[in-house]
């Protein structure tokens, strides 16, 4: 029995898209391709993997016991082959990153030029989730995520903290004036996230000293959208300072209420899959942000 590593990659994207369609869209393959591969390894292993349900592919107990080790293997392999590429000099190959929109837009993209002429060879896949994502379902090598972590089977390295301010354009202060305290705050049209409502806490104390929840005139779950909303003048906003540093330069939004606002920020982290081996092209795009956004304007 020689299980081939194609048929272990047709059974990981099976396992984690749920169905052989998604899986042969994912894989650029076509679905008979993946059928075939999927029973081969069935056959040479002697036991289903995975059975039917309604509405998706499930594992069988020896599927789930299994699945575990599929992926130990790709992990092993891509871990070699990094390393031989790395002895080599160069680093190559694909590497996926997610990040929220903001952060996406306003702090990794303007840094991907300098990444990219130190490893040109590294073909870079950007992707934005607003929260957090399971990354080995959305096909991501690494992400980095703005907040506190609580996932124990993700590795996490922090890069740093951004500090919280609040902000409004100036037309909109000029249209329903400038508060002046937390009461008065409260009176005003407040932009805020749909979820997670851990996100609606504003760096400022009530009168028992407790941190401001605002219940928001305006939701979204886009920190991006929230921001356009702030600048169009529909209200005051909280941001950590990566997303707005620029339009506070420029003035197009600006502070509100600093002499009340209490110093808070938020952690950045690089989070990735916890395996027994780093890929080389993950270790060096963590350790680029590691050295890159400490020379931020905006990192508190």
């Not at 994207?13 to 894989?27: N, P, Q, Y």
């Not at 929220?100 to 130190?118: C, D, G, K, N, S």
């Not at 060879?121 to 989730?129: A, D, E, K, P």
């Not at 027994?276 to 508190?300: D, F």
Request: aromatic share 4%; with cysteine.
């Amino acid at each position: 029995m020689k299980i081939e590593l194609e048929e272990l990659v047709v059974f990981l994207a099976i396992v984690d898209t749920g169905s052989m369609t998604a899986a042969a869209e994912r894989l650029g393959q076509p679905v008979s391709t993946v059928s075939r591969l999927l029973g081969r390894l069935e056959e040479k292993l002697a036991t289903p993997l995975l059975r039917r349900t309604t509405r998706r592919l499930d594992l069988t107990d020896e599927g789930d016991a299994f699945v575990g080790d599929a992926r130990g293997i790709l992990h092993a392999v891509q871990a070699a082959e990094d390393r031989l590429v790395e002895r080599r000099g160069q680093l190559s190959g694909q590497l996926r990153i997610d990040a929220a929109t903001p952060f996406m837009l306003h702090v990794l993209v303007p840094l991907i030029p300098e990444y990219r002429a130190l490893h040109p060879n590294v073909t870079l896949t950007l992707s934005s989730n607003e929260g957090f994502i399971d990354l080995l379902e959305r096909r991501v090598d690494l992400a980095v995520r703005i907040g506190e972590l609580k996932d124990s089977t993700l590795h996490s390295r922090l890069l740093g903290h951004a500090r919280l301010r609040l902000v409004a354009s100036p037309d909109y202060l000029r249209w329903r004036g400038t508060p002046k305290d937390v009461e008065d705050l409260l009176r005003h049209e407040l932009l805020g996230f749909s979820e997670p409502d851990s996100l609606n806490v504003w760096p400022l104390r009530d009168l028992e000293g407790r941190r401001v929840r605002i219940k928001p005139t305006l939701k979204s779950s886009s920190g991006e959208t929230l921001c356009q909303l702030a600048l169009q003048g529909m209200g005051i906003a909280s941001f950590s300072d990566f997303h707005t540093s620029s339009e506070l330069a420029a003035g197009r939004l600006v502070e509100v209420l600093p002499e009340l606002t209490i110093p808070a920020s938020r952690p950045i982290h690089a989070v990735y899959y916890r395996q027994s081996a780093v890929s080389a092209k993950i270790e060096s795009m963590v350790n680029y942000l590691a050295q890159a956004l400490p020379r931020q304007p905006w990192m508190a």
